[in-house]
């Protein structure tokens, strides 16, 4: 049985940061591309950053320079840091482990920054 559990989330003040991790088991980790994603109340989800299977990196405009993806294949784990948090950045952070046609998602963890 697959499992993809975050673990992380909070209140925070603006300027404040939060690690979020994802936990998966029940694959083999370190083959499948993951990302993070976020939602905010009202708004379409929208794609944080991914990290591949041979660890290249990609993140949204608006996370650039704030957010650092990384993962530990030895411990099926992907990390999400965020420094200088934004109130913008308030939403349910959810992780996804893929590769190919398997797609798979956490509950996700809501992230509050508000002062």
């Known amino acids: 049985q697959v499992q993809v559990v975050e673990s992380g989330g909070g209140l925070v003040q603006p300027g404040g940061s939060l690690r979020l991790s994802c936990a998966a088991s029940g694959i083999i980790f370190s083959i499948y591309d993951m990302a993070w994603y976020r939602q905010a109340p009202g708004k379409q989800r929208e794609l944080v950053a991914t990290i591949s299977n041979d660890g290249r990196k990609n993140y949204a405009d608006s996370v650039k320079g704030r957010f650092t993806i990384t993962r530990d294949n030895a411990k099926n784990t992907v990390y999400l840091q965020m420094n200088s948090l934004k109130p913008d950045d308030t939403a349910v952070y959810s992780c996804?482990?893929?590769?190919?046609?398997?797609?798979?998602w956490g509950q996700g963890t809501q992230v509050t920054v508000s002062s």
């Open positions: 996804n482990a893929n590769r190919g046609v398997l797609n798979y």
